[in-house]
C-alpha cells in the first residue's frame, strides 16, 4: 500500500509507529546504554553484582510492559524459548566481563572496547548477504571504522595497568555481538519486551552466582546507581534497541552501535568539559555518515525485510 513506507505498525503494540521510530528508537537506545558505565562506576556493589541488580531489578518493570502490550510470556516454541535464554546467557556474560573491564580500565577504552562486536556484527551483516557489497554498504562500514578509529584513538590509552581490563571489555564485546546476532533472529518471532524479560530471568543467576563466587559485595548501601543503570540502561536502552532489531538488517545495527563512543565524547565535552577538537567533530560526523550511507543503501523501503524474511 502507498503508506506502507510511511508508518509501521509494532507488532505486540497495536498501533501504528511513523517510519521514523525505528530510527530514533535504535539511535535513542544507544545514547541510554552508553551512559550506562558512569553507574556501574557509582555504584557501591561489586561490578558483576552491579550486572546482576541491572537485571533483576528491571525484570518487574520488563514483565509489566510486556503484558501491557499484549506480548507472549508463556506458552513459546522450544527452539525460540532456548535462543532466548541462550542470548540471556551470553549477555550476562558480556555484562560480567565489560563491568570487571570498567572498573579496572578508562572509561574511553571501555567505551572502545565494550563496542568491538559492533565490527563482528558489520562483518555478519555484509557476509550474510551471500553478494559483493553495493557502494554504499563499503561506503558505511568504512566510514563507521574510520570515525569509531577517530574518536577511540584521540581517548584510548595503552596502559600495562589497564590491559587486564582492556582485555575484559574486548571479551565483553565479542558476548555481545553473539547476543544481538542472537536475539535478532527471535525478535522476529516474539516482541520486545518479552524478549528482554526471559532475557533477563536467564542472565540474572548467571550473574548473582558468579558475583558470589568472586566474593563481590552484592547487597548495596546506596540504590540509586543501581535503579538508573536497571531503567537506564535495561529497560529503556535495551528495549529500545531490542525494539530496533525488527526492522533494520546487522549491518545497520552494528554502525548503530558505534554511536555511543560518540556519546561518550560529547559528555565528557558536555558535562566533564574535557576539550571536543576538530578530530572528535570529524569522527563524528563519519559515524553520522555511515549510518546515513547504510540506510540508504538497504535494498527495501521495508527496513524490517532482512530480519523477518521467510
Known amino acids: 500500500m502507498a503508506s506502507a513506507t510511511a508508518a509501521k505498525v509494532a507488532p505486540g503494540l497495536g498501533r501504528v509507529l511513523p517510519g521514523w521510530a525505528p530510527i530514533a528508537a535504535l539511535l535513542a537506545g544507544n545514547v541510554a546504554l552508553a551512559l550506562g558505565p558512569w553507574s556501574v562506576r557509582w555504584a557501591d556493589s561489586g561490578p558483576v553484582a552491579a550486572g546482576f541488580w541491572r537485571l533483576a531489578l528491571a525484570i518487574p518493570f520488563l514483565l509489566w510492559l510486556a503484558r501491557r502490550e499484549g506480548q507472549v510470556l508463556l506458552g513459546l516454541p522450544r527452539d525460540l524459548m532456548a535462543a ?31 563496542n568491538a562486536g559492533s565490527i563482528i556484527i558489520m562483518g555478519w551483516g555484509i557476509a550474510r548477504l551471500r553478494r559483493m557489497p553495493r557502494p ?26 589497564s590491559l587486564v581490563g582492556d582485555l575484559f571489555c574486548i571479551l565483553a564485546g565479542f558476548f555481545y555481538a553473539f547476543y544481538i546476532l542472537l536475539l535478532q533472529g527471535a525478535r522476529a518471532r516474539l516482541g520486545n519486551w518479552s524478549l528482554l524479560t526471559w532475557a533477563s530471568i536467564a542472565g540474572a543467576p548467571f550473574l548473582l552466582v558468579l558475583a ?35 526492522h533494520f538488517s546487522p549491518l545497520i545495527i552494528g554502525v548503530a552501535l558505534l554511536t555511543q563512543p560518540v556519546v561518550s565524547v560529547a559528555v565528557g565535552w558536555f558535562v566533564f568539559g574535557e576539550a571536543l577538537g576538530l578530530f572528535d567533530v570529524a569522527g563524528m560526523a563519519l559515524v553520522a555518515l555511515a549510518l546515513v550511507l547504510a540506510r540508504k543503501g538497504e535494498p527495501s523501503p521495508e527496513a524490517e525485510a532482512p530480519s523477518t524474511a521467510a
Open 84 to 114: 532466548v535464554i541462550g542470548a540471556g546467557v551470553l549477555f550476562a556474560a558480556d555484562l560480567a566481563s565489560w563491568h570487571v573491564g570498567i572498573e579496572t580500565t578508562r572509561l574511553g577504552n571501555a567505551t572502545l572496547f565494550g
Open 212 to 246: 558470589l563466587a568472586r566474593g563481590e559485595p552484592v547487597w548495596p548501601h546506596h540504590w540509586g546507581p543501581l535503579i538508573a543503570l536497571a531503567l537506564g540502561s535495561q529497560v529503556i536502552g535495551q528495549g529500545l534497541l531490542v525494539y530496533a532489531l525488527k
Open 136 to 161: 554504499f554498504e563499503t561506503a558505511a562500514f568504512v566510514a563507521a571504522l574510520a570515525g569509531a578509529a577517530i574518536l577511540m584513538g584521540r581517548s584510548l590509552e595503552i596502559d600495562a595497568r
